[in-house]
């Protein structure tokens, strides 16, 4: 018999699998349960509520299924958090050792306002198959699938990036669509992209759906740049070793205390705690995301790719999307839960 994969370069398809393809199906239901149980909040103008029903549904889900969990991208660290913390185990210690990138509300302030692209999110791979990210900004840019290897890069010029796309996919600039979070700190990056003759869709939270919306043809997005959450990077990077795409990540200190010299040197050395060692490196999406990984997203709101929690008396349903870098199978999972019965065992 072959020996299981002594290392999680890359996904090695000879390899036999560690990650058992149910996980990736018991993985819908851990991200159904933290979508229905914040779908409550919709609306109501109160993110803190969502999210926290988000992650106690989280953790309870995860912690019925088969698997030897610790979180490595989670609600904070453990002193900021006392759910889904860096570090926490989760599952129910049988089954296959994993690490666990999770965001149980991805966009709590857009599901507060009924905003499109809200998400509840978990990958799952080997362990050590994430990049244990602080809790910083990352500088990041993404394309999907069936482009050439280098076609973007962090350090290119925007205009450069957006050329060897447009060159890449037969088009010319002013056909891309590039998302990019609306915050001030991109005015310069969004001017660029215009005056490149790009077209450009303002978020206002969100950006692992922006990432993975540029994997989809149906969503019209080309590409992501920009800077938002690291751990957002990296669950965005375990969905795109999944569907296929590629992304660069470098974490940003400098505009995560707004200018407060103090709050920079404290993350740095955090993350050079967390074994960061150089912090200026890019990141490839293998180098986020690497070996054999689950990923699975459930819809809170609608958005590009997902249906949002629609709820009625007695149920409701969710929309998700469940994919493995194994097959590489993206499955849309339509689910209608029946809140009324509770079946006699
Ligand atoms: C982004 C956004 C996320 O964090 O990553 C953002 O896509 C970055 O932080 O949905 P700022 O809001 O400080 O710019 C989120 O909003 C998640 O908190």
Redesign the pocket.
């Known amino acids: 018999m072959q020996a299981a994969a002594s290392n999680i370069e890359d996904f090695n398809p000879d390899v036999p699998y560690k990650l058992d393809r149910n996980l990736a199906l018991e993985m819908v239901r851990v991200t159904e349960a933290a979508a229905v149980a914040c779908s409550k909040w919709i609306g109501m103008g109160d993110s803190d509520a969502a999210d926290q029903a988000a992650v106690d549904a989280m953790r309870t889900a995860l912690n019925s299924i088969d698997v030897t969990g610790t979180v490595v991208i989670g609600e904070g660290e453990r002193d900021q958090a006392p759910m889904l913390y860096i570090g926490e185990k989760v599952g129910l210690g049988s089954g296959p050792v994993v690490d666990i990138a999770l ?1 149980p509300l ?5 599901c507060a306002k009924a905003a499109p692209n809200a998400l509840a999110v978990v990958a799952m791979a080997e362990e050590g198959g994430f990049l244990n990210a602080p809790d910083v ?2 500088d990041k840019i993404a394309v999907g699938p069936g482009l050439p290897e280098g076609v973007i890069a962090l350090e290119n010029s925007t205009e450069a990036n957006l050329k060897n796309v447009a060159k890449a996919k037969g088009v010319d600039v002013s056909d891309l669509l590039v998302v990019v ?1 609306e ?1 001030d ?1 991109h005015s310069k990056l969004v001017a660029d992209l215009r005056q490149a003759g790009a077209r450009v869709q303002l ?8 990432i993975i919306a540029a994997t989809r043809p149906e969503t019209g997005v080309d590409m992501y740049m920009g ?3 690291a ?3 990296v669950l965005a990077a375990a969905a795109l070793a999944c569907v296929g795409g590629q992304m660069q990540g470098r974490l940003i200190f400098e505009q995560s205390g707004e200018g407060d010299q103090t709050i920079d040197d404290a993350q740095k050395e955090n993350a050079r705690r967390m074994g960061i060692t150089d912090l200026n490196r890019v990141y490839t999406r293998k180098e986020l995301a690497r070996g054999d990984v689950m990923f699975s997203a459930t819809g809170v709101t609608s958005g590009w790719m997902l249906d949002g929690v629609r709820r009625y008396p007695g149920g409701a349903t969710t929309h998700s999307l469940v994919t493995r870098t194994r097959t590489g199978t993206a499955r849309f999972v339509h689910t209608e839960h029946n809140f009324r019965i509770k079946k006699e065992v």
Do not use: C, K, N, Q
């Open positions: 965001d991805e966009g709590t302030s857009i900004y990352m979070l915050r700190r978020i206002g939270d969100g950006d692992v759906a922006g800077i938002g959450g751990p957002e990077g």
